[in-house]
Structure formats: C-alpha cells, structure tokens
C-alpha cells in the first residue's frame, strides 16, 4: 500500500515537473513567435515607411517629369515657330537670290551687247585710222619723192615714187610718178630703165600731159 502511495506520489511529481518543462518550453516559444512577431511588425511597419517614402518620390519626379514634358512642349513650340520663321526666311531669301539672279542675268546680256558695240567701233575707229594712215603714208610719200626730186636726189626720188606706184596702182599721182621716175634714170645716166617709164606712161595715159612730156623726152635719147 506504501509501495502505491509513493509510487502515485512519484507519478504526480513526474507529472508536474513534465506539465512545468512544457509550459516552460511554450512560453519560450510564445516569446520567441511574440519576438518575431514584433520583429515583422517593425520590419513591415519599416517597409511601409519606406513604401511611403517612394511613393512620395514617385509623386515628386512624376510632378518634375510632368514640367519636363511642359517645357519641352513649349520648347517644340518654341522649335517648330522657328523652323516656320526660319523656312519663310528661306523662301523669301531664295526669292531674292532668283531676283538677283535673274538681274545679273540681264547685266551680263547687256554688257555682252555692250562689249560687241564697242568692239565694232572700235573696229571702225581701228579701220578708219589705218584708211587715214595709209592716205596719210600715200601723201606723204609722193610728197618726199617730190622733195627729193626737186633737190634732185635722183635715187631716192625713184624710190619714194616707186613705193607710191606700189601703194597706189590707180592714183591720181601715179602717171606724174611714172614720168618723173624716168626722168630720174635720165639724170643718173640711165637712158634704158629711162625709156621703159616713159614708155610705160605714154602706153597707159596717152591723152596725158606726162604722156606728151615722155614723147619729148624719148625723142631726146633717140639722138
């Protein structure tokens, strides 16, 4: 009966000590999930700061995008106004170069006309001014064969009415030139080169005066 008694006893104890050791132990873990719990609590309650932080950001640069997008919408206004200014600009300025182009056009018409003028006066001029230097040469010509022929150079009498003959086939000096030159070779002895111009003048100009002076003259170197 003793035996029982102590050995209910004992079973109480063990029990009790048991009922102690798990409550122990749930009260751990009661505290360890209570712990974690406050743990998550702050962690979330820290996440949701944060969270709150980033949507105060997002609202921030959504209001900072939202005045970009403004100013770079004004900004293409501001652009597509001064593309528009800036084509009217080149279309009026190429209308100007057209302007200008097709003047410049006209002044290089004019000039050329111009030049083709004055090239054909100044042909005529050039004409005109070579007419009178050979009239001018014709003149002066004769009237140094006259000069020499009257200081009675004979020589260079014949060779300045000679080149009159040359420059002048069909002047009006040309029989009195004939006549002389012969006269000249009949000076210097020459009575043959002589005859030939007197010949030559009564040939060409026999209703003459030179021509009826060379047949004098020929009758004289007859004898």
């Known amino acids: 009966m003793k035996f029982v008694i102590a050995l209910a006893a004992t079973t109480l104890f063990l029990t009790g000590c048991l009922k102690t050791r798990n409550e122990v132990r749930e009260n751990e873990q009661r505290q360890v999930m209570q712990q974690q719990v406050v743990t998550l609590q702050k962690t979330n309650a820290d996440a949701s700061g944060r969270f709150a932080d980033l949507e105060e950001q997002m609202r921030n640069l959504n209001g900072r995008v939202d005045v970009v997008e403004n100013r770079i919408g004004q900004g293409n206004s501001g652009v597509e106004n001064a593309l528009k200014s800036s084509q009217e600009q080149n279309r009026d300025l190429n209308q100007k170069v057209m302007i200008l182009q097709e003047a410049l056009t006209k002044m290089e018409r004019d000039i050329l006309a111009l030049n083709a003028e004055l090239q054909a006066v100044k042909a005529q001029k050039a004409a005109a001014h070579a007419e009178a230097s050979a009239k001018a040469s014709k003149k002066n010509t004769y009237e140094s064969a006259e000069g ?12 300045n009415y000679q080149k009159y003959r040359d420059d002048n086939p069909k002047g009006g000096k040309f029989a009195d ?4 030159i012969g006269v000249s070779f009949q000076e210097l002895g020459m009575r043959d080169e002589a005859k030939t111009f007197y010949d030559e003048v009564v040939s060409k100009f026999p209703k003459s005066e030179e021509a ?9 170197l007859k004898k």
């Open 148 to 159: 020499f022929f009257e200081k009675k150079d004979w020589k260079q009498a014949i060779l």
């Open 177 to 180: 030139a004939t006549y002389k």
């Open 212 to 220: 009826r002076r060379a047949k004098i003259r020929l009758k004289g």
